[in-house]
């Protein structure tokens, strides 16, 4: 069976939070989805599941965090080029996100981190490997001289 990961969030609006992640993107799955919580597909391997603040609380008997006011994770979103990393953010902002942080551009990575409805911080990624390799061969050039 192949390796997955469900990343559980807890959202004040199961409804809206669906909406938000659809126009970024992910697919919903109804057959794991009902009022109480939304199965949103990123991958065959990949899941986030919204769930609303009393059914996310029959998970745990910690106090839900206001990830408005606290960073409890950061999750990171592999894109394939620099152009689908603004394209998520750009959705992201468009269905009421907010970008956190000005983008990062090291050359051979890509990222605009944005936060979704909720204020759970995503980072959309993308890594040129053979701009990276050149950049870790220099280091160590350097470091050896």
């Known amino acids: 069976m192949t390796k997955m990961i469900f990343v559980n969030l807890p ?3 199961v409804a809206k939070a669906t909406a938000f992640y659809e126009a970024i993107g992910f697919d919903k799955n109804p057959q794991f989805s009902n009022g109480q919580a939304s199965c949103m597909v990123w991958s065959d391997a990949i899941h986030v599941m919204l769930l609303d603040h009393g059914f996310y609380r029959t998970f745990t008997s910690k106090q839900i965090a206001d990830t408005h ?3 409890a994770a950061l999750i990171a979103l592999s894109r394939d080029s620099r152009e ?3 394209a998520i953010a750009d959705a992201a902002i468009a269905a009421g996100g907010r970008q956190t942080r000005d983008t990062e551009d ?3 990575m890509y ?3 944005f936060e979704d409805l909720d204020g759970h911080t995503f980072e959309p ?3 040129d490997m053979k701009a990276f390799s050149a950049a870790m061969s ?3 050039e350097s470091v050896a001289a």
């Open 84 to 86: 689908q990393v603004d």
């Open 11 to 13: 959202v004040a609006d």
């Open 125 to 127: 990624i993308y890594m």
């Open 138 to 140: 220099d280091q160590q």
């Open 69 to 71: 006011k606290t960073s």
């Open 111 to 113: 990222a605009r981190p």
């Open 106 to 108: 090291g050359g051979f």
